[in-house]
């Protein structure tokens, strides 16, 4: 029995694929994981007894999450983000930032309607894009990979429902400026379509790089929807628990969504996280210093290869994507840095970059010694496979 067309057009994930290739490769290094190596806070491990202290809470609690995560978050926002919750604004918690995601696409996206992503684009947007029966309508990003407010007005049609940024962002690294984001959340009201935006980073910046929640302009409530994740900031990443701001018309399609597809937020997660807030942002700021100490390896090795690669800059989340001088396919350049460099990176294609040849380089994961090794191998196999073919 074939599987849905719905199904059949939705690209398939790439990271299974590249990690299929390492299983074949033993010794690999990846560079390919977009995940941080530390694990939640013991605040967040404490709540798990608390959570076991009341057998009320094996049942189905409210859909929207538990009370007190709620109200915490709610301090969180309007603390670090400058976000109000008003009468406005409604918090949903969601099993991971990807649901916050979908949750808004279906409540705001009929089959046929347009979304406008940035290419580059992080793939599980453009997928639930796909799954939703809806058109992703790819804006390309400049040279450094920000955003083009000017483009994104031009691509707005009778069809647009919402404009979707993410800063810090995956797969590039690129921080967008406050003005910037301001600019695309304005004419986002202009005309008449929500923006939605991808904070999962936000605590991921470096060399001053400054992180901006368009939540937080004034008249952005009834337009704006913020997706934020636990995955990276406290090592979260299975626990499944992110959170969304949404205008108050919207409410209630998420619930009626959310209540279908999860019923609750896994409420034991729930209770972790509300301890993973105790410990705060200085949890994840404190874990920082390590990855800007690998970023600064990554960056340095590959700033030896100037002929053969350029990186835009990559300010925040830990990532870049380098775009490699050949007319070498992508997924050839990983395949043969696997198989014969130990060394994995993940194809631009699946981020939209169809046009040329880019490599995204993920360092979350990495302790320094690793990272030089991984990028000793990197260079050297670029060197050997792209400089034998650079004219
Ligand atoms: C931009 C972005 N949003 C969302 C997610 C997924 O987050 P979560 O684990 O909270 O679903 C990721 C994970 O890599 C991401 O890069």
């Not at 605040?43 to 189905?60: G, M, P, Q, R, V």
């Not at 639930?128 to 994104?152: F, H, K, S, W």
């Not at 835009?312 to 992508?330: E, I, K, N, Q, W």
Request: one cysteine or more; hydrophobic letters at 45%.
């Amino acid at each position: 029995m074939p599987e849905s067309r719905r199904v059949a057009a939705v690209q398939s994930p790439v990271i299974p694929v590249v990690g299929e290739l390492i299983a074949q490769h033993p010794g690999t290094i990846s560079l390919g994981q977009g995940v941080v190596s530390y694990p939640p806070p013991e605040e967040a491990l404490a709540k798990i007894e608390t959570f076991l202290a009341d057998s009320e809470n094996h049942k189905y609690k409210m859909v929207q999450g538990i009370p007190a995560l709620l109200e915490a978050l709610e301090g969180k926002l309007r603390r670090e983000n400058g976000i109000d919750i008003s009468e406005a604004h409604r918090i949903v918690v969601t099993a991971g930032g990807n649901m916050g995601f979908v949750n808004a696409l279906l409540a705001i996206a009929d089959p046929d309607d347009e979304i406008i992503l940035q290419t580059p684009y992080y793939f599980n947007h453009e997928m639930a894009i796909a799954l939703a029966n809806c058109t992703a309508v790819c804006v390309p990003t400049d040279d450094n990979y920000q955003l083009r407010p000017e483009a994104i007005r031009q691509a707005v049609t009778d069809r647009t429902r919402a404009v979707v940024t993410i800063s810090p962002n995956n797969p590039t690294g690129a921080v967008y400026s406050a003005a910037a984001l301001a600019e695309v959340n304005a004419l986002c009201r202009e005309r008449g379509v929500y923006h939605v935006h991808d904070e999962a980073y936000e605590y991921f910046t470096y060399d001053g790089a400054e992180h901006c929640s368009p939540g937080s302009l004034p008249d952005s409530a009834d337009h704006t929807v913020s997706l934020f994740s636990f995955s990276k900031a406290y090592g979260f990443a299975s626990w499944r628990i992110g959170y969304m701001v949404i205008p108050e018309h919207l409410y209630l399609a998420v619930k009626k969504i959310q209540d279908t597809v999860v019923i609750c937020p896994p409420v034991i997660s729930q209770w972790a996280a509300l301890g993973a807030l105790e410990a705060g942002a200085p949890y994840c700021k404190a874990h920082l210093e390590n990855i800007a100490n690998v970023r600064g390896i990554v960056l340095e090795e590959l700033a030896k290869i100037p002929e053969l690669v350029t990186v835009p800059p990559a300010l925040g989340a830990f990532y870049c994507l380098m775009r490699v001088h050949t007319s070498l396919p992508a997924m050839e350049v990983v395949e043969r840095l696997v198989r014969d460099f130990g060394v994995a990176v993940i194809p631009g294609t699946t981020f939209g970059m169809t046009d040329g040849c880019y490599l995204r380089v993920a360092y979350g994961v990495l302790e320094a010694h690793t990272a030089a090794e991984g990028l000793k191998r990197l260079v050297q196999g670029l060197r050997e496979i792209v400089g034998a073919k650079t004219p």
